[in-house]
């Protein structure tokens, strides 16, 4: 069977081409107005949108964050408990405290460094798509320019927040990693010491061991330390600062950060 194409290209016979334009062709209607694809939302919608998604899971972590009460377990500095007090007040007094103590301490840090992950690549994705699309010049197809200047200053705060929120898991997974290696300093001090305190050496290298792959973060892929604020950092989160150029280095350390 020839194809149609090959006629309507090739051949040499009007009537034929005028047919197979009649048949193939839908007249356009320039009295509608141009309306985008079903459900395909503009770039600054996704944004937001996005950045919803950060806030609902991020009033969780919130919440795990207060109940973790990481400022109890802070280890004072050397120089500190050598000033204030002998006791290190940490102190379970007992070699099965100690590794009830460092249990908690552990099941604590996951529960922090699984979430803050979840909520680190929704801030990836958001920073990402911003550098990508929204510039100057962007527009939108239903929104006037000051409600689009509008969304997109709401939409530079919202990442800030997030920053500080991310900032602040980091700072807590800290104070809860120098918790834990306090804690197997003490128990340290138990190893081969008889009796119901023994524990053995083999046991407590294993459970530093464990221990380190956690705080490092290869156990969930996740350099959690990434996220401190130095002070030029807090200053561009408290006034609103988003500078495009630095934001591309942020935002390619940061991908590293998630793998």
């Known amino acids: 069977m020839p194809d149609p194409y090959d006629d309507f290209l090739f051949g040499n016979d009007e009537k034929k081409k005028k047919k197979f334009l009649d048949e193939n062709s839908e007249p ?19 944004i937001l949108e996005r950045n919803r998604q950060f806030e609902k899971k ?7 964050l207060s109940q973790a009460k990481a400022i109890d377990h802070k280890v004072d500095s050397g120089i500190a408990r050598f000033f204030l007090s ?10 099965r405290g100690e590794k009830e103590y460092h ?3 552990t099941h604590t840090f996951v529960k922090i ?44 705060e919202q990442i ?18 120098n918790a834990l290696e306090e804690t197997e300093r003490r128990l340290k001090k138990y190893i081969d010491a008889g009796g119901k ?7 407590v290298l294993l459970l530093i061991s464990k221990r380190e792959q956690l705080t490092s973060g290869k156990q969930h892929h996740f350099d959690y330390s990434f996220f401190k604020l130095n002070l030029l950092d807090k200053a561009a989160t408290s006034l ?4 495009k150029e630095t934001t591309s280095q942020y935002l390619n350390k940061l991908i590293k950060a998630l793998n």
């Open 160 to 177: 800030n927040t997030q920053r500080k929120i991310l900032a602040e898991g980091s700072k807590d997974l800290d104070i809860f990693e």
């Open 28 to 46: 356009l209607d320039f009295s509608k107005p141009y309306t985008p694809p079903e459900n395909q939302k503009e770039p600054l919608d996704e």
């Open 58 to 64: 991020a009033e969780t972590f919130s919440k795990i």
């Open 197 to 203: 305190d023994n524990i053995s050496q083999s046991e």
């Open 240 to 243: 609103g600062w988003y500078m």
């Open 113 to 156: 460094i699984s979430t803050m992950r979840e909520l680190a690549e929704i801030h990836q994705a958001s920073v990402q798509q911003f550098n990508d699309d929204i510039d100057n010049d962007y527009y939108s197809l239903d929104k006037i320019d000051k409600e689009v200047d509008h969304e997109i200053s709401l939409a530079i």
């Open 86 to 95: 002998s006791d290190d007040k940490k102190a379970q007094n007992s070699m």
């Open 103 to 105: 249990s908690y301490l």
